[in-house]
């Protein structure tokens, strides 16, 4: 029973550390996976092929795919689908890393 307990609390743990944070400003109001969100600081967490966008108030999930290129970004930026009006975010660069998470 102990050994389960230990091997969970392990098991969370390493998913907590695995864990990277970053910060975002979304300059317009934005959808992320149907999510509205105003425009405004977030902080953005990846974790695996999954991104959380929040700003203490509200929270987005997404799936993504993480790419990593050859140069580092200098800023973070966001790229939108906006066939209806509507500022879909279909694409993160993550300023200060090579990441690109692109929304499934």
């Known amino acids: 029973m102990m050994k389960r307990v230990l091997l969970t609390f392990a098991t969370v743990a390493l998913a907590i550390a695995s864990a990277k944070t970053y910060r975002?400003?979304?300059?317009q109001p934005s959808t992320l996976a149907?999510?509205?969100l105003k425009a405004g600081d977030y902080k953005l967490d990846v974790t695996g092929d999954k991104v959380t966008l929040t700003d203490g108030h509200k929270?987005?999930?997404a799936n993504v795919t993480v790419d990593n290129v050859k140069e580092k970004f200098t800023t973070t930026t966001e790229r939108y689908s906006n066939g209806d009006g509507e500022y879909r975010i279909k694409e993160i660069r993550v300023g200060g890393t090579n990441m690109k998470l692109v929304v499934n």
Not at 24 to 27: A, D, F, G, P, R
């Open 34 to 36: 149907g999510t509205e």
């Open 59 to 61: 929270k987005a999930e």
């Open 24 to 27: 975002v400003t979304l300059y």
